[in-house]
Structure formats: structure tokens, C-alpha cells
């Protein structure tokens, strides 16, 4: 099946999950799509989040994608319901994948997740732990400033050491010997992350999980394809200023240029003719 595979986040952090899905599916064509203009997402409240993702899904919809796949921690547990609601097509979030994980990973069954305040907030991640494993306890802190800090390249600054050091205190004394990096920035922190938590607590990010996931789904369902992949890599605003932190966070020269797009509209009661 050649149409490609819709891929949607509030930013280019999902750039993160790209690369694991370029990674494990070469022969998949993706359309990208990171709303430039309007992130963060994570700082919101969950209508505006919902109406933002229902466009971003929408504009991937009208290119004929075959499967969704929110590469965004703030949209997959604030509103995939929504998304799954208005979509024809599968759409895969990155909680659940990174949950498996961090279920198969864990022998003290305590949990740590870090995330936005709206992934937070949601309860989301709680929520899927306890479906799956209810014997298991989770304990969340929302680490705002990580997001800008991993846009402005500061993986490496003793600011960024002092803040994450002050972020993950609060998990001294929980004994998680499992920690979710539940967004998509946080896999560029993963050292800084690691020093601050210890040596002895796993990390786990959503980027391989979920591209070991899509590659799963695609092929139960007789989507794959054969090739050759082609990429689109669309944003709402300023491609020229996001590139070079885009190509950061894919880990390397972008397949192809950030070309910027409006949104579509969301299907509902209108203007009249
Ligand atoms: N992509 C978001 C996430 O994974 C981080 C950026 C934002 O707040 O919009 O939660």
C-alpha cells in the first residue's frame, strides 16, 4: 500500500519518533507534520489541545495518509479518543508503546514518569498502568522548562544539570526503578535525565517502542509497503529557524526540507454559502 504514514506533533520533537519509524520501516513514506506555530502544546488546557491536534489530523487526513501516528506525548494522552473519533484510519499514540516498556522493564513495580504539565495533568499514563498492571504504582512530575532548554541545545549546560537535579528530587525516596521520559523532547536530556535519576533506574522513551508498534500494526493489517519511501516534512511557521534543531532532535541531516503548510479545517458548522 503505498500511501504514506501521517506522523503529527505540537512542534518538531516528534522528530524523535520520525527517526525510530524511518529506522525500523525504510521502505514507509511519511508526511510529517509539527505545529511550529503554535507550540508548546504542553503548557495548555485540554479543549485547545484537542482542537489543535483535530487540525493537525485533519490537514494529514485530506493527503490520504493510511495510518496515523501522534508523535506527541501532550496530544496522545490529553485527546486520541478525539483523534480516533473523527479519523477513518488506525491512529497510534505514544503512551501506550512506552507503557509496555516500562511494564516489561520494571521489578519493584513502581514507575516514574516525567512529562508536560497537560501529560501530567491527564492522568493518562496512571491510568493505562493500572488497565494493564494494576499491581503497579506510578508517580508523575510534569518538568516544563525541558522543553525549551532541549530546543535551545542546552543538553549539556550546568543550568540544565541544576534544574533537572531540582525536577527529579521528588523521586529520592519512591524506589521507581523504571522512568518514562513521557515526551518527546526528553530523549535529547537523556544524559542529563540519567545523572540526575542514577545509574540504577532504566529510562524509557516512546520513539522506539512506538515505531516497533506502527511496524507490528502495519503488518497484522496488510498496510505495509514496498518502497521506495518518500518524506514530506511540513511545519505551520518559520522552517528556516526550526531546521537546524529539527535536524538535532532526528539525530542527523533531515531527509528532506521543512516546507511550511496552513492548516486544514476541522469538519463542523461553518460559514454558510
Ligand atoms: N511534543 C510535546 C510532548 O511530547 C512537547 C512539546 C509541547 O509541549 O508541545 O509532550
Same mark, same amino acid.
Given at each position: 500500500v503505498d500511501k504514506p504514514i501521517g506522523v503529527f506533533d505540537s512542534g518538531i520533537g516528534g522528530l524523535t519518533v520520525v527517526k525510530e519509524i524511518v529506522k525500523a520501516l525504510p521502505n514507509e513514506s511519511l508526511v510529517f507534520i509539527g505545529d511550529t506555530a503554535r507550540v508548546p502544546y504542553g503548557t495548555r488546557g485540554k479543549a485547545v489541545i484537542t482542537q489543535f491536534a483535530l487540525e493537525l489530523a485533519t490537514t494529514l487526513l485530506e493527503r490520504?495518509?493510511?495510518y496515523l501516528v501522534a508523535a506527541c506525548n501532550t496530544i496522545s494522552s490529553t485527546c486520541l479518543a478525539e483523534v480516533r473519533a473523527v479519523s477513518p484510519v488506525p491512529? +497510534? =499514540?505514544? $503512551?501506550? &508503546? #512506552?507503557? *509496555?516498556t516500562a511494564l516489561k522493564q520494571t521489578r519493584s513495580g513502581r514507575i516514574g514518569m516525567i512529562g508536560t504539565r497537560a501529560t501530567v495533568a491527564s492522568g493518562f499514563y496512571e491510568q493505562q498502568i493500572r488497565e494493564l498492571e494494576p499491581s503497579v504504582s506510578v508517580m508523575s512530575v510534569a518538568c516544563p522548562l525541558f $522543553?525549551? %532548554?532541549a530546543e535551545e541545545g542546552l543538553s549539556a549546560a550546568q543550568a540544565t544539570r541544576l534544574i533537572a537535579a531540582d525536577y527529579l528530587a521528588p523521586f529520592a525516596d519512591s524506589e521507581i526503578d523504571v522512568l518514562v521520559l513521557g515526551c518527546t523532547h526528553y530523549p535529547? +536530556?537523556?544524559? $542529563?535525565i540519567q545523572q540526575a535519576i542514577g545509574e540504577s533506574v532504566v529510562l524509557v522513551? @516512546? #520513539?522506539r517502542p512506538t515505531a516497533e508498534t506502527l511496524a507490528a500494526e502495519l503488518e497484522e493489517a496488510g498496510l505495509g509497503s514496498e518502497g521506495p519511501a518518500a518524506y514530506e516534512l511540513l511545519v505551520t511557521d518559520a522552517p528556516e529557524r526550526v531546521h537546524q534543531v529539527a535536524s538535532d532532535f532526528f539525530g542527523r541531516e533531515l531527509p528532506g #526540507? %521543512?516546507? *511550511?503548510? @496552513? +492548516?486544514?479545517? +476541522? &469538519? =463542523?458548522? =461553518?460559514?454558510?454559502?
Open positions: 490520504d495518509v493510511k491512529v +497510534l =499514540g505514544v $503512551v501506550d &508503546p #512506552a507503557v *509496555q $522543553v525549551p %532548554l535529547i +536530556l537523556r544524559d $542529563v522513551d @516512546s #520513539a #526540507a %521543512l516546507r *511550511q503548510t @496552513s +492548516l486544514g479545517r +476541522l &469538519p =463542523g458548522p =461553518g460559514p454558510r454559502d
